[in-house]
């Protein structure tokens, strides 16, 4: 697409100052004409309505689950909570055990995040710093598995760990989630922008290497880490196959297994205590997003973009 | 009078350092010795391991039991040969989750790449608030599949949800979203209709509901890294809006769309909690897709070589039609760097 600069006039960049923030775009001119105009506020419309089709669903459950159970299937549909039967989330934990719901899903999804982000931060500085044979095809390999669907591993993992008897533990989704190639392949990227030189200068200075990991690169890459965290405490939060596989006491049951149960038990004569649950689960999602969502951002662009 | 270059020696009494010690021109390191060399094995061992054994190994095993004769809740992994692939190659149910989980894909992506488009563009020339509407299209990222399809199958269901909020407006033929069961148009093929299932139309909104905001955010990254001085050049030539975005901004963004294609495109070949949760298989399986099949054949039918068969062909699948898009993703990056 070649544009004849050559008879370009002067590149706006020459006039106004360059002010490339990371968040928003550079300046620009802006001729305002009445198309200019129209254009500005029809995109600022566009863009308002898009927003409230975005929230409308999660709207209608709050609304919804504010509701007398016995209506809410039949009224219409309300963006505005007109009863306010706050009882409802009261009832969540006496019709089911929702306490440990989410008791569970919080010990399973804190416990894997850590040992997430201490395998991820060594296999990606061995993968990023170190040299050793073979070292590009291990990564390939590793990163390749990626891809691989659960369906295909999840029946040897359930037989093994029956075996060893963690069938129906918060263990058996715990330990066989430390190991992690999105993990690994970020904090490889992290490490990979610091400087080889940092290394050298400690060991002059006569550390090994276990410091040079642990006191030189991982302070510097803790960025990198919380951006593991982030994205690893989302996905595991919110996870329900291995749960569904490999838990049958409902007093195991991380959450989002516990909703399943929860619809299918108050489904169809009352969605709006199911509703209520859903909210319940909403809201440390949404609060882990606001605090983190520069992380979750940038995970998503270096897992997207690069690499 | 020449000049000679000789090299210093080191003054008497100068104690040389590590530094000087190395040979000049290698890099200087400090050579790793014993547990310090066995290192980086030590950091990777764990995860690699675990790795090595536990999936690739375990794909291995899977592999082995599609063609084995454990077909009842008693192992047997005695050899029987591919009649489970056979047998699957004629199964309707099979069929049909292939044919939807494919169709799936293709308006899913569509869905997300388009509508994460849109949004990316209208976000470009908003710089208002920018933040605020790009944490406002991502949130449903964050939600569990779980929570969308509960929410959505109670959104879409024929008798309540939206169809309420259309009977009020006035629409005479309320949409039976998930509960249809037919299939447009209707190319038979073999034992199955090649074509889209309407139900599967619903799922379709609800995924794509939660995953636009991921395209649009890489979308958006796209955007603004296209300068406003090619832009403005291209004004000055005489080109319109519409043609900036048509000729010079859409193929800049080629590699994001590849990115997409890639990343959404392996999560929905892979769906399982969104229709388990919120359709199930489906009347005549018009939502049905392997992972789910692969499921209730292993867990609930206890059919452990069907299920495993299933799974293998889901793998081959996401493989098959993932390689290409990488393919080109590399490409397409090392077009770039030149």
Redesign the interface.
């Given at each position: 697409?070649a544009?004849?600069?050559l008879?370009?006039?002067p590149?706006?960049?020459d006039v106004t100052p360059d002010a490339g923030l990371p968040?928003?775009?550079?300046?620009?001119?802006r001729r305002r004409g009445p198309r200019q105009l129209l254009?500005?506020y029809g995109?600022?419309a566009?863009?308002l309505f898009?927003?409230a089709v975005?929230?409308a669903?999660?709207l209608?459950?709050v609304s919804?689950s504010l509701r007398v159970p016995a209506e809410s299937?039949?009224?219409?549909?309300q963006w505005l909570p007109t009863d306010f039967v706050w009882e409802n989330y009261l009832a969540v934990f006496e019709v089911s055990q929702f306490a440990r719901y989410l008791t569970n899903n919080i010990i399973v999804t804190v416990a894997i995040v850590l040992g997430q982000m201490a395998?991820?931060s060594?296999?990606g500085?061995?993968?990023a710093k170190?040299?050793?044979p073979g070292r590009k095809l291990?990564f390939g390999?590793?990163l390749a598995?990626i891809?691989?669907?659960?369906?295909?591993?999840?029946?040897?993992?359930f037989i093994l760990i029956t075996q060893i008897g963690w069938a129906d533990t918060l263990l058996s989704l715990i330990v066989?989630a430390?190991?992690?190639?999105f993990g690994?392949f970020l904090m490889r990227q992290y490490f990979k922008t610091v400087p080889d030189e940092l290394?050298?200068a400690a060991?002059?200075d006569g550390a090994?290497?276990?410091q040079i990991?642990y006191r030189v690169y991982l302070p510097l890459a803790k960025p990198g880490l919380a951006v593991v965290a982030i994205l690893a405490f989302?996905y595991h939060?919110?996870e329900?196959?291995r749960p569904?596989?490999f838990l049958s006491s409902p007093e195991n049951f991380t959450?989002?297994l516990g909703?399943?149960n929860l619809?299918g038990y108050m489904g169809t004569g009352s969605?709006s205590i199911?509703?209520a649950g859903?909210v319940i689960?909403?809201i440390p999602?949404?609060v882990?997003?606001?605090i983190a969502?520069r992380f979750?951002?940038e995970g998503?662009?270096r897992?997207?973009?690069k690499g | 009078m020449s000049v000679e270059v000789t090299p210093q020696l080191p003054v008497e009494g100068h104690k040389e350092s590590a530094l000087e010690r190395a040979p000049v021109g290698r890099k200087r390191r400090h050579t790793p010795k014993g547990v310090e060399r066995a290192m980086p094995l030590l950091l990777l061992l764990p995860s690699v391991i675990a790795i090595g054994v536990f999936v690739y190994g375990f794909i291995a095993w899977t592999g082995w039991v599609s063609v084995s004769n454990w077909t009842t809740f008693v192992q047997d992994m005695s050899y029987r040969g591919f009649t489970e692939y056979t047998r699957l190659l004629s199964d309707f149910r099979f069929l049909s989750g292939l044919r939807n989980v494919i169709v799936f894909t293709i308006l899913f992506v569509g869905m997300c790449a388009l509508v994460g488009l849109l949004l990316a563009i209208l976000l470009d020339r908003q710089p208002w608030g920018q933040p605020i509407w790009r944490n406002l299209f991502l949130f449903p990222l964050a939600i569990s599949f779980v929570v969308t399809g509960v929410v959505w199958q109670w959104l879409l269901n024929p008798s309540a949800g939206v169809n309420i909020l259309l009977d009020q407006l006035g629409v005479e033929n309320l949409p039976m979203w998930y509960v249809s069961t037919e299939i447009i148009p209707g190319w038979q093929w073999g034992q199955i209709e090649v074509a889209i299932p309407v139900a599967l139309v619903a799922v379709v909104l609800a995924a794509g509901w939660q995953m636009s905001g991921f395209a649009m955010a890489i979308y958006l990254a796209g955007l603004q890294g296209v300068s406003e001085d090619l832009r403005e050049a291209a004004r000055v030539d005489g080109a319109t809006e519409l043609d900036i975005y048509r000729r010079v901004i859409l193929p800049l963004l080629r590699p994001m769309t590849i990115t997409i294609v890639i990343v959404l495109g392996h999560i929905s070949l892979k769906t399982f909690d969104l229709i388990f949760v919120m359709t199930g298989s489906g009347t005549g399986y018009v939502t049905d897709v392997p992972a789910v099949y692969m499921y209730e054949a292993t867990f609930r039918a206890n059919q452990f070589a069907r299920g495993a068969a299933i799974s293998v062909v889901l793998l081959i699948l996401v493989v098959a039609l993932m390689a290409p898009a990488v393919w080109a993703r590399n490409k397409t990056e090392e077009g770039a760097r030149e």
């Open positions: 697409m544009v004849d600069a008879t370009s006039r590149a706006s960049s968040d928003s775009p550079p300046p620009r001119e254009s500005h995109s600022l566009l863009l898009a927003a975005m929230l669903p999660l209608w459950a919804t299937f039949t009224l219409p549909p395998t991820a060594l296999a500085y061995a993968f170190l040299e050793f291990l390999l590793v598995t891809m691989v669907p659960i369906q295909v591993t999840i029946v040897p993992v066989p430390w190991p992690t190639a690994t290394a050298e060991s002059i090994g290497q276990w990991f989302n939060w919110n329900f196959f569904l596989v959450l989002p909703l399943v619809q969605i199911v509703l859903i689960s909403l999602v949404l882990i997003f606001i969502q979750v951002i998503l662009m897992g997207g973009l | -």
